[in-house]
């Protein structure tokens, strides 16, 4: 098991940036892939990112591809979410999550361990 807690979230203008961090607990978390997902009110939890355990790989949903990028320090043990041209539909709160088999991808069902959340609010 792995603890997972997210920061960095906040309020933003439109076109502005923010980076989000996944902090994670464990001594093996260089193994796990890791995802980030977000969650608007009244909306089903969507997948943003994910990245291998090695980030060789790493996955984007069409909606933020070319904004987003995601990377991981394994020495750190931390995945970061570098979130850029933000939109009004970026509103949600962001969760990482980690995939203990080590690939990541954009199903739910595929992640272990999840952090609590940070809150992004995008101002038109």
């Known amino acids: 098991q792995v603890q997972l807690a997210e920061s960095g979230g906040g309020l933003v203008q439109a076109g502005g940036s923010l980076r989000l961090s996944c902090a994670a607990s464990g001594r093996t978390f260089s193994r796990y892939g890791v995802g980030w997902f977000r969650q608007a009110p009244g909306k089903e939890r969507e997948f943003v990112a994910a990245?291998?355990?090695?980030?060789?790989?790493?996955y984007y949903a069409d909606s933020v591809k070319g904004r987003f990028i995601i990377s991981r320090d394994n020495a750190k043990t931390t995945v970061y979410l570098e979130m850029n041209n933000l939109k009004s539909e970026d509103t949600a709160v962001y969760y990482c999550?980690?995939?203990?088999w080590g690939s990541g991808s954009d199903s739910t069902s595929t992640y272990d361990d999840w952090g609590r959340g940070t809150q992004v609010t995008v101002s038109s």
């Open positions: 990245i291998s355990w090695s980030g060789g790989r790493m």
């Open positions: 999550a980690a995939d203990l």
